[in-house]
């Protein structure tokens, strides 16, 4: 039997996709996550002037489960699982999708997670960039935005193998995970280094870990530290990832594995410290032909590794130019393909040209922002 063969050419359209929400605006001051089935209040809670609310923990839940919105009265405070599905961390200022963004307001939403190790402590996120953290749930306030629907379930954490080499994989992810924290802080590019130069476990091919990857070891059942005690001598600090602040290039993403909480620090003023992770594909990758996609990871020199390299749903971000050398697709892989951006991959437009049609045998290639001229 023939597997169906998708390819998909967005000419000279700069594609803004996200791979987690679908949004719908349902008309009536709500909007619908096809993909979570998860219905969202479109615009945030409002005091009687128009402004956006600040409210205590308590007063959040309250304005959620009273709120009568679209013909429905079942709304509730979102889980901070639930908020992370409509945090765009490409985006800041706010960090959201646009079915929101004009809504929103930049500050800490209310979530109704409790802090597991002090019950009087509940999570927030931030929409300024995508950060979280947690506060006290009475002489604290935050913003809010109602949800209703079906609950996400969280994705577990481990379990654990010790490989008694200084590695540790986890069982549900297949990554392999440094097990003890090196005794140094470290800059960013100190500790993408780092990463790259280490041999551990008869393994040599070690990076820094994307943000998404470092979330999966946080155990937020669990504080200082915020992980399964597996991993040995983790501080009560930040952690670096490969992951660059899309709206500040000067910026990385960081855990604080004392609590589990994300943010951004400056990648050569500041320092935090390194888990080096193995194995696994990054869900977005890099195509430069000119700079070494200015310390963005991992970069590559042409689209055929990318390809090779980028999971399932990633993203392959490529740089301007024109790109000639032939490339296949021939597996089961649905690829986003972005071109247009600027040495610094900050920017987006449409100046990348492929002058090589793709052969794709199975799986499917959406292009955006590229142009072919075969």
């Known amino acids: 039997m023939k597997k169906a063969v998708l390819l998909t050419f967005a000419l000279l359209v700069c594609l803004s996709q996200h791979a987690w929400s679908e949004l719908i605006d349902n008309g009536n001051g709500t909007v619908t996550d096809t993909k979570t089935n998860l219905t969202w209040q479109e615009d945030s809670a409002r005091d009687g002037v128009g402004n956006f609310r600040l409210t205590d923990w308590n007063e959040a839940l309250y304005f959620c489960e009273s709120l009568e919105l679209g013909g429905k ?34 500050g800490y939403y209310w979530t109704a997670t409790t802090q597991d190790y002090d ?11 995508g950060g979280d953290g947690t506060k006290s749930k009475t002489s604290a306030s935050g913003y809010v935005r109602a949800v209703r629907g079906g609950t996400i379930t969280p994705s577990p954490v481990g379990p654990f193998q010790d490989n008694q080499d200084g590695t540790t994989t986890d069982t549900r992810t297949g990554l392999v995970w440094q097990t003890a924290t090196p005794e140094n802080m470290l800059t960013w ?34 504080c200082v530290p915020a992980i399964d005690p597996s991993f040995q001598e983790t501080r009560n600090d930040d952690y670096w990832t490969s992951t660059t602040y899309d709206e500040n290039r000067y910026y990385a993403w960081v855990i604080d594995f004392s609590t589990g909480a994300g943010g951004t620090i400056r990648k050569t003023n500041d320092s935090a410290y390194v888990r080096a992770v193995w194995g696994g594909i990054n869900t977005i990758v890099y195509v430069s032909k000119t700079d070494g996609c200015s310390g963005n990871t991992p970069c590559y ?74």
Not at 80 to 99: G, R
Not at 194 to 221: A, F, H, M, Q
């Open 73 to 106: 009265q079942d709304w509730r405070l979102p889980t901070i699982i639930e908020m992370e599905t409509i945090i765009d961390i490409s985006a800041s200022d706010p960090a959201t999708y646009a079915a929101f963004s004009s809504l929103t307001y930049s």
């Open 189 to 222: 590019k100190e500790a993408l280094a780092y990463c790259e130069e280490l041999n551990l476990g008869n393994r040599w091919n070690w990076r820094l870990p994307t943000i998404k990857e470092l979330e999966s070891i946080v155990d937020l059942s669990v």
């Open 301 to 374: 020199s042409n689209l055929q590794d990318a390809i090779n390299a980028v999971e399932s749903g990633g993203t392959i971000r490529v740089g301007r130019g024109s790109f000639t050398a032939p490339y296949t697709l021939n597996n089961q892989k649905s690829i986003n393909v972005h071109g247009g951006w600027n040495d610094s991959f900050s920017i987006q437009s449409p100046n990348t040209t492929f002058l090589v049609t793709p052969r794709v045998f199975s799986g499917g290639l959406t292009f955006g922002c590229v142009t072919f001229k075969p």
């Open 119 to 129: 019950r009087d402590n509940a999570w927030l996120i931030t929409f300024e960039n």
